[in-house]
T-cell receptor, first 115, second 111 residues
Framework: DAGVTQSPTHLIKTRGQQVTLRCSPKSGHDTVSWYQQALGQGPQFIFQYYEEEERQRGNFPDRFSGHQFPNYSSELNVNALLLGDSALYLC??????????????FGNGTRLTVT | GEDVEQSLFLSVREGDSSVINCTYTDSSSTYLYWYKQEPGAGLQLLTYIFSNMDMKQDQRLTVLLNKKDKHLSLRIADTQTGDSAIYFCAEVPGGGNKLTFGTGTQLKVEL
């Protein structure tokens, strides 16, 4: 049973550049959420996708955008990178049919470093 | 406020019990969760408790919930070195779709 997979595992970018992170949900899951985890902190909710639409968004600027594909996989895009965007980006999947409190299953994350 | 609070650090001896505490913010949170994060890895769901329960036991893990005080705890019996990790509690405020995490408690298990 494949869990949540993310790519790439590590990425180094320069300020002002753009980045795309990818996520494949756990088999059978249809909902994908993205979180940002800065060093030494808990994860912060960026947004959630269901049925290819953004369903809920956290307190992140419009530089952060996403997409969900018909196969439920998802991408997170960040434009005009800032040093403060350096973090571990976590993707989590869940099954919407179980309602809003369906447990999230996380991938191992993408470590983004902005120099 | 919106902060889920946890103590930052806990050190225990192997074989002892560990108790990790959390104070959450939203009394309407239907479920409360405990996640484990090992170095360089994502978050692993350990257990969760429905808000109408006071206690849930799952092998070495016991979760206690005090809704009146909005206090959640995770007890790990017979703590092993493999339990060394950061533990996060999380709530779903307002019955919505996002998890709000605490700052995490780093558990160190010493021989």
């Amino acid at each position: 049973d494949a869990g949540v997979t993310q790519s790439p595992t590590h990425l180094i970018k320069t300020r002002g550049q753009q980045v795309t992170l990818r996520c494949s949900p756990k088999s059978g899951h249809d909902t994908v959420s993205w979180y940002q985890q800065a060093l030494g902190q808990g994860p912060q909710f960026i947004f959630q996708y269901y049925e290819e639409e953004e369903r809920q968004r956290g307190n992140f600027p419009d530089r952060f955008s996403g997409h969900q594909f018909p196969n439920y996989s998802s991408e997170l895009n960040v434009n005009a990178l800032l040093l403060g965007d350096s973090a571990l980006y976590l993707c989590a999947s869940s099954l919407n049919r179980r309602g809003p409190n369906s447990p999230l299953h996380f991938g191992n994350g993408t470590r983004l470093t902005v120099t | 406020g919106e902060d889920v609070e946890q103590s930052l650090f806990l050190s225990v001896r192997e074989g002892d019990s560990s108790v990790i505490n959390c104070t959450y913010t939203d009394s309407s949170s239907t479920y409360l969760y405990w996640y484990k994060q090992e170095p360089g890895a994502g978050l692993q769901l350990l257990t969760y408790i429905f808000s109408n329960m006071d206690m849930k036991q799952d092998q070495r893990l016991t979760v206690l919930l005090n809704k009146k005080d909005k206090h959640l705890s995770l007890r790990i019996a017979d703590t092993q070195t493999g339990d060394s990790a950061i533990y996060f509690c999380a709530e779903v405020p307002g019955g919505g779709n996002k998890l709000t995490f605490g700052t995490g408690t780093q558990l160190k298990v010493e021989l």
